[in-house]
């Protein structure tokens, strides 16, 4: 790895925009997550689809690497190219699973943000009736 590191720019881009953060969480490799934070990668800037870092950890179900970006301050309310922030990604991945939603809510992603279509993360939830993902966005 030092090696790469030495020839190459920790912030180098593949040809659909992405640093290596976003191949690291592909593979759902929490350790090179971790060790890119440490060596300082760009972990909030979009891919070119709009996409950031933290929307794929979401989408890969990776809590484990979702509270890392969290805690080295990754943008919690950022949005893509369609205007879903990363709290809307998880209640559409969630799969009858809340980890990552309650993960969210309690490092303050906002339920309110309207994508462009103008549904919100709590609309969705409430569009998808699923009691499990309902429960935490109540009071």
Do not use: C
């Not at 809590?63 to 998880?90: C, E, F, M, Q, Y």
């Not at 279509?117 to 569009?127: F, H, T, V, W």
Request: charged share 20%; hydrophobic share 40%.
């Amino acid at each position: 790895m030092e090696k790469f590191f030495s020839e190459n720019s920790i912030n180098a881009v593949d040809s659909d925009g992405r640093n290596l953060m976003f191949h690291a969480i592909r593979h759902k490799k929490l350790g090179l997550v971790s060790n890119l934070i440490e060596r300082g990668i760009n972990f909030d800037s979009p891919d070119n689809l709009g996409w950031y870092p933290l929307h794929y950890a979401v989408q890969q179900s990776t809590p484990d690497i979702v509270k890392a970006l969290i805690s080295a301050n990754a943008d919690i309310n950022a949005t893509d190219g369609h205007g879903n922030n990363v709290l809307w990604r998880a209640v559409f991945e969630s799969k009858g699973s809340g980890e990552i939603i309650k993960l969210l809510l309690l490092n303050g992603a906002n339920p309110n943000i309207k994508n462009n279509y103008g549904i919100s993360a709590l609309d969705l939830a409430k569009s998808i009736s699923n009691y499990d993902i309902l429960q935490f966005f109540s009071p």
